[in-house]
């Protein structure tokens, strides 16, 4: 039994169907993410989960109780909102134990409460002051702390830090995983930040349109896309998307790929027993940035790396990686190479392809193409 | 001449013309204040010597003693003290009922919002348009039945029940840019209905109720026509037995007991308005700035 079980969720404003059926399943202890696109559904979600918005259709289960009709008080949920959401005319004491109050905790044990909640988040000489009087970081923390104070079984982070500036998200990432690493508790979170998402997730939805389109560990999301829009909704820069036809060499499928000259022909070393049904069809290869090289950064382990010289079209440093441009089946394609590799566009060099990490799609139903047995790998939350 | 002093000094004569006027409107608007004040100083004599603006020769408190304590409205000669007590009895319970209820629609239109809330609004609103005459003879017969009528407690209720649509206007405007958020997280935390009111909104409602206060207490106490409507006699308003007053000098006019009579009825709404002034215009804006 897991410990928050979404059941075929439903929801609907009126006529709009805003959620159309969600199925997520994670373990107590789990930092699921939830990531898509605005509009997508996410924070309604999260308010289902709350109990601020009601449930049109379907079952939601809390350690195995079904809390569709409980309370959001009684739920044992403390939820940190994107705006804070902070009491304006209660001092950061007052906002961090007003939870506290409600449920009658006695007064010196609620000044306990917020004092070690406050030490925990280094906002101990911030207590008497109200909210109007804080920067937006110190907001953030006393945000957290009102939802700390109540040791909820289940916290929910609604874009907690997109508020913030560059660096102090960064930091207040790095402070969020380790409280999650040093408190256990389960968390759904919230966030447009793919850095984010890959960085505090145990697991990780992806939704769009009111629809999961995968759930999975961050690796198993970034690697084993299951659809286009999976593919290129995460990571940044994105996924190199390709059209491509499966031709047979020698017996096995094989992916052909028109460059700006002649044709790229590259071998198919995974899902290669779905891909023998798709000889002579389009298809759309996936390949990430970093899994396009130089021959000397490439990964020779494996075996799998597949040399072609094309023509530059651009570069881009970014200083920690050299970016360089070609064109393939039409599009721009990002390939990472080692910074300093002395390129400059309209030059010919040579790229290596890591084939081992390539995916491919149907281009009509946008779904990935792949062997069965991957499949039961990720079973909540399946389109394909 | 430089271009630079040519504009400093174009913008000094604009100054100049620009207090001129101001100062002219000033003159303009205190000028009746002016002459109530001099008057209600100066014996009877010398205001039939004719000077109007002239300051008092002869200073002199007497004119307010009467007023207040021996000027003689209708039969009773005791001033208006009482009826300034009444006008009191009425406004205090009034704004404050109306203010409390106000603020309760306000919280439900916006933050507990039902089906058909607008239209709810949309009938609050219109009786801000409904004219006073309109209402007096139903009123009149709903303070019969209810045994209110010629009481201080039927003019509280008139003036509730009129003021409602006003400050039911004043706080949603305002609540309507409240976060929701707050509300939904003083739920996760617990609190009900009335504790997210009171303890959440209510303490970050000042500058609206200021506004609301000053509104509802210059329409009350200032307020004649409910006044001579539902209450006559003991239970009448200031503003009605300061009418009685002048209207009921038989003889030679009192004017400056008239004019004292005038001021201590006006001075409650300078008061409130000296007090809470500065958040009036703070008020007003703050539904369409964010702040
Ligand atoms: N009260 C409502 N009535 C009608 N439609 C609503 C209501 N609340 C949300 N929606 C719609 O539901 C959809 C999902 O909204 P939601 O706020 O969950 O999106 P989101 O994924 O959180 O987006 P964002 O990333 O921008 O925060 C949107 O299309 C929105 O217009
Ligand atoms: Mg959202």
Redesign the interface.
């Known amino acids: 039994m897991s410990f928050l079980h979404i059941n075929n969720v439903h929801k609907r404003f009126g006529e709009t169907h805003v959620l159309k059926g969600i199925d997520i399943a994670i373990e107590q202890g789990d930092f699921l993410v939830l990531v898509g696109p605005s509009g997508c559904g996410k924070s309604t979600l999260l308010n289902m989960i709350a109990g601020l918005d009601s449930i049109s259709e379907g079952e939601l289960l809390l350690d195995g109780r079904c809390i569709n009709d409980v309370h959001p008080s009684r739920r044992d949920i403390a939820m940190v909102f994107q705006s804070y959401a902070l009491y304006p005319s209660m001092t950061v004491a007052g906002n961090i134990g007003f939870g506290l109050e409600m449920r009658k905790v006695p007064r010196k044990q609620r000044r306990e409460a917020i004092d070690r909640v406050a030490k925990l988040l280094q906002i101990e000489n911030l207590l008497d002051r109200k909210p109007g009087q804080l920067s937006g970081g110190q907001r953030q923390r006393v945000a957290m702390g009102r939802a700390l104070v109540r040791d909820p079984q289940l916290f929910l982070f609604d874009e907690p830090l997109s508020n913030l500036d560059a660096k102090l998200r960064v930091d207040m990432r790095t402070e969020i995983k380790q409280l999650h690493q040093r408190l256990g508790t389960t968390i759904v979170y919230v966030t447009h930040d793919q850095i984010e998402a890959m960085t505090l997730a145990s697991r990780i939805a992806v939704m769009r349109g009111g629809e999961l389109q995968q759930l999975g560990t961050p690796q198993a999301v970034y690697d084993d896309p299951n659809n286009l829009f999976v593919a290129g909704f995460m990571g940044s820069p994105s996924m190199n998307l390709v059209k491509a036809r499966i031709v047979e060499q020698d017996g096995l499928p094989v992916a052909q790929v028109a460059t700006e000259a002649s044709t790229l022909t590259l071998p198919i070393v995974r899902d290669r027993d779905a891909l023998r049904d798709w000889r002579d069809r389009d298809v759309i290869l996936g390949l990430r940035p970093e899994a396009i090289t130089d021959p000397a950064s490439a990964n020779h382990r494996e075996g799998n790396i597949h040399e072609a010289e094309l023509p530059v079209a651009l570069v881009e440093p970014t200083g920690a990686d050299l970016y360089v441009v070609t064109t393939l089946g039409g599009t721009h394609v990002n390939a990472r190479m080692r910074p300093g590799t002395p390129l400059r566009p309209g030059e010919r060099t040579r790229f290596a392809f890591d084939v081992s990490r390539m995916v491919v799609f149907d281009p009509e139903s946008e779904r990935r193409i792949r062997d069965e047995r991957v499949a039961e790998a990720t079973p909540i939350g399946e389109t394909a | 001449m430089s271009a630079a002093s040519f504009t400093a000094r174009r913008g000094l004569a604009t100054r100049a013309v620009l207090y001129a006027i101001l100062v002219l409107f000033a003159v303009v608007y205190l000028m009746p204040l002016y002459v109530m004040l001099t008057t209600s100083f100066k014996t009877l004599e010398e205001i039939h010597q004719g000077n109007m603006l002239a300051l008092p020769g002869e200073w002199t408190l007497d004119p307010w003693r009467e007023a207040w304590g021996s000027a003689c409205i209708g039969l009773e000669c005791n001033g208006v003290h009482g009826y300034f007590f009444n006008s009191i009895k009425i406004v205090v319970p009034a704004v404050l009922i109306s203010g409390l209820l106000g603020a309760f629609n306000g919280y439900v239109l916006t933050k507990w919002k039902f089906r058909g809330h607008k239209i709810v609004f949309g009938l609050m609103l219109f009786s801000c348009f409904i004219p006073f005459q309109i209402i007096l003879l139903p009123m009149a017969r709903v303070l019969g039945i209810l045994h209110l009528a010629n009481s201080t407690g039927g003019l509280v209720l008139v003036h509730i029940v009129y003021g409602i649509g006003f400050t039911t206007l004043f706080f949603r405007n305002f609540y309507a840019s409240f976060?929701d958020?707050?509300v939904?997280?003083?739920?996760?935390?617990?609190?009900g209905f009335f504790?997210i009111f009171f303890?959440?909104l209510l303490?970050?409602s000042v500058p609206i109720i200021v506004v609301t206060i000053i509104w509802q207490f210059t329409n009350v106490w200032n307020d004649f026509l409910f006044g001579v409507s539902f209450a006559s006699g003991d239970s009448a308003p200031i503003t009605v037995a300061l009418n009685n007053l002048v209207n009921s000098s038989t003889g030679v006019k009192a004017y400056n007991v008239n004019m004292a009579a005038a001021m201590v009825a006006a001075v409650p709404t300078l008061i409130v308005y000296i007090l809470a002034g500065k958040y009036f215009l703070r008020g007003l804006m703050s539904g369409s700035v964010k702040g």
């Not at chain 2, 939904?184 to 609190?191: H, I, N, P, S, Y």
């Open positions: 976060p958020e707050l939904r997280a003083a739920q996760l935390d617990g609190a504790t303890r959440i303490p970050a």
